[in-house]
């Protein structure tokens, strides 16, 4: 070979190898900087979200585009958004971002879409958020994260603060005839009941819901103002069975309603206890009107322990509970859900159960 063809091919090899060279640089300075966007400032991996989204929501399409404009104006990685289905409300979804790889998962919607998807991330190393849409908003508002201010909501949700809250589970162990009752217990965050309160849930109008809010709620109860009082035996812990007579038994883990309202003033979050209220009236509305002024005052820290009331919420505490249904069935809620009726019901809590972003608490 020669001298000419010898250099010829010693630049061809050169060559390649300058591309090749040139290639795997291109490959590595690429991985290095997705490497340097999942890792934060402290060396720990940055956070990657799913968001959780129930279409049906008004102002979904506009909250997309906040949420995305949000994320990239604070150098924070896009976050992936999964879509509610009628069918499954965010249980199914939630445990597919997390196969996923995301280590936050939001729930953008109501207390039920909350609900779906605490039950899937309770117990796990993933944190929670909130993306609040719905009408009471109350486990956000239990958590005094700023329902009416998206800004504020995402400044919480991308800071670093989170909390550890309480779980709650109930299940109907059995039902009427004919009625399937839960086949696995269903977790809520914020008050499940059998009785009145879960009969105006299931006659409240989802139309109205979205026309004025949580007075929806009330509109619903007064068709059953004039129902019977009902006999219940409750079991506490490891306490003898009760009997009593009331209109609605509250099982809560938090209890601050829209309004300013609170049903379980006493109720602590993290507590690893359910706060259990019997609310009984008697003496038909005017009952129901001292009732609400017992709500009231109790939400301003004024108790009246007089036996002689005619509308009264007797408080306990419990970290198990169970009812038996004296005669026939009640209706059963948790957190604004409806499960059917139940002739007896276990409620029970996991301390702790939860991470979420939420402002410290005070």
């Known amino acids: ?11 061809l090899v050169v060559a390649v190898a300058a591309v090749a060279a040139a290639v795997y640089a ?3 300075a690429r991985r290095l900087s997705a490497e340097r966007r999942i890792v934060a400032k402290d060396g720990e991996r940055q956070d990657s979200y799913a968001i ?3 279409p049906s929501k008004p102002g979904t399409v506009g909250l997309r585009q906040q949420v995305l404009e949000y994320f990239q104006r604070h150098g924070l990685p896009e976050p992936v958004f999964y879509e509610t289905t009628p ?6 979804q939630a445990a597919q971002a997390i196969a996923d790889g995301a280590n936050i998962i939001v729930a953008a919607g109501g207390d039920g879409t909350v609900r779906a998807v605490a039950a899937i991330v309770a117990g796990k190393d993933i944190t929670m958020g909130l993306i609040p849409m719905g009408t009471g908003n109350l486990l956000a508002r239990n958590i005094d994260i700023d329902v009416n201010n998206l800004p504020a ?9 989170t909390r550890e809250i309480d779980l709650g589970y109930l299940q109907i162990t059995k039902a009427p005839p004919g009625e399937p009752g839960t086949s696995e217990p269903e977790a ?3 008050i499940g009941g059998i009785g009145f309160d879960a009969a105006m849930v299931a006659d409240t109008s989802p139309v109205l819901k979205k026309r004025v809010g949580w007075i929806a709620y009330f509109l619903g109860g007064m068709r059953h103002l004039h129902a019977g009082r009902t006999r219940v035996r409750i079991s506490l812990d490891d306490s003898p069975q009760r009997t009593i007579t009331l209109r609605t038994l509250l099982i809560g883990n938090c209890g601050r309603l ?17 706060d259990i209220a019997a609310v009984d009236t008697r003496a038909g509305i005017a009952g129901w009107v001292q009732l609400f002024g017992e709500v009231v005052l109790q939400g301003l820290g004024v108790r009246n322990d007089s036996a002689k009331k005619i509308g009264r919420i007797d408080h306990t505490t419990a970290k198990r509970l169970h009812v038996e249904v004296v005669e026939g069935a009640q209706p059963v809620q948790v957190d604004g859900d409806t499960l059917g009726r139940a002739s007896t019901l276990e409620a029970w809590v996991v301390r702790r159960a939860l991470t979420i972003r939420a402002p410290l608490a005070s």
Do not use: H, Y
Request: proline content about 6%; overall charge negative.
């Open 1 to 11: 070979m020669q001298a000419s063809e010898w250099v010829a091919l010693c630049a």
């Open 26 to 28: 291109c490959t590595l």
């Open 52 to 54: 959780i989204i129930n």
């Open 87 to 92: 069918d499954d409300p965010g249980k199914g």
């Open 153 to 161: 909501v995402l400044a919480t949700l991308t800071s670093q603060a």
């Open 188 to 190: 809520f965050l914020v």
């Open 258 to 274: 829209p309004g300013g309202l609170s049903l379980l003033p006493d109720a602590v979050i993290d507590d690893g206890r359910l």
